[in-house]
């Protein structure tokens, strides 16, 4: 039983009292004692858009998450270490990837022209705040170092056998553990100059081994842990509070008492050096604050993907989005009385929408009979004169990829529109003419959608996309290049 606060990072333990929790998540440390760390990006080589130079290359809205959750974890391992707290690192190996730098370059013209996206290297070890020059090296023959490794004896007594390094690390390091052959180090430890605090870097574990999980022999505890796992997660604990207590009675730092604190005992260097730092600070609070105005912005800009996998009131809100760029005036209607998904008009015409998403089958003829009814509804009001042309926007099987999906409505409800003059809007359709519009200013082409709707009986379909540009990866070249 644990007797101090445990999180686990990019890997679990079989053990209540512990917690986890992804690499991308935005979780302090300071409220925990000890952390247990694991710079596993493998979600992000998942998402890849393509590879560059043998490598996985993010998007630019991946490049830019795995570049923040890692300044993220820097900074929070950093502050955890300064308070006091110890952060054990398992050096998984080493993950390379190439991410957008932000910057393009073009060339050529018109239908020609070519835009070549800047990439630049990165690797899991960015989460890690200090510079360990990691390079691929695996092996399992490893010797304590001469030094600095008494705190860790325990600990690698239980856990040696099943421990092996992934990565050698270079760099101005204070060693703990060595290859057998050859003393590269692969294990460091860093303590705090300030607090008790220290950052241990040691040779990977395989936290999942298969011994540790209920197979499929075992139908009804399929997937949980096995005893063995138990036990593992029982001697990590009792090993790693060891660690702990070792480290804090071989250097504890007493408090600094108040009347220390006093001006008058300050170097003059160090109230300089304090001055400088808060005007640091202050620069650093209007830098976040366009950090997170930039931050509002994508996710605003990437509301529009819900036309994809949403539903109700998502969906709803990314549908008058992109009727918006398309070129149409919006609002939702709801006096009380009636409620009315989607008003939306132009100069050539006037639509009341609904909306519909189906996890795993197609879009029926139920939200026809609440169409019909807005717009019986709708003509009612004083200020109509004309029947507005009824609109469904469907996201069927929204969870599928799009490529994989069944056709989005029934036949029953494509005859029922056909009867009812409606259109019918694949959401995903929307989507595609809706971020073209949104990169281009291409009014021609946004009236010709505009039209597609208001013409349409049964499903729209929209004018083809014009090609966009060709977009192509390259590596920053140095100056010298």
Known sequence: MANKKILTIGLSLADDETEFCDFDSDISLLDWDIILFKPDIRDYIYKRESTFEGKPCLSDDQSFKLKSQSEHWRKEIKAAIEHGKLV???????????????????????????????????????????????????????????????????????????SSYKTIIEGELTPCLLTRHGDKVVGTINRSKNSNGALLCLPDIDFYAESFIVGDEDEENEGEWTAEAKQFASRMIKSIISIEKSLRSSSELTPEPDWARDLKYKLNQEKSASQKLLKIEKNLEIVQAQKEAIIDEVKDLGRLRNLLFEKGKPLEFAILDALKIIGFEVSQFDNGESEFDAVFESKEGRLIGEAEGKDNKPVNIDKLRQLAMNIHEDLERDEVNDPAKPVLFGNPYRLQPINTRPEPFTTKCISAATTSSTALVFTPDLFLIAKYLKDKRDSRYATKCRKAILTSVGQVKFPAVPNEENIESEQPKSDSA
């Open 88 to 162: 054990l690192v398992f050096l998984s190996d080493l993950t390379p990837v190439s991410i957008a730098t932000g910057e393009k370059r073009y060339s050529g013209t018109g239908r020609n022209q070519k835009t070549t996206r800047i990439v630049t290297g990165y690797d899991n070890y960015q989460s890690i705040p200090l510079t360990l020059k990691p390079r691929t090296s695996k092996g399992k023959e490893i010797k304590p170092s001469e030094k600095n490794f008494e705190c860790i004896s325990s600990y690698w007594q239980e856990f040696s056998k099943v």
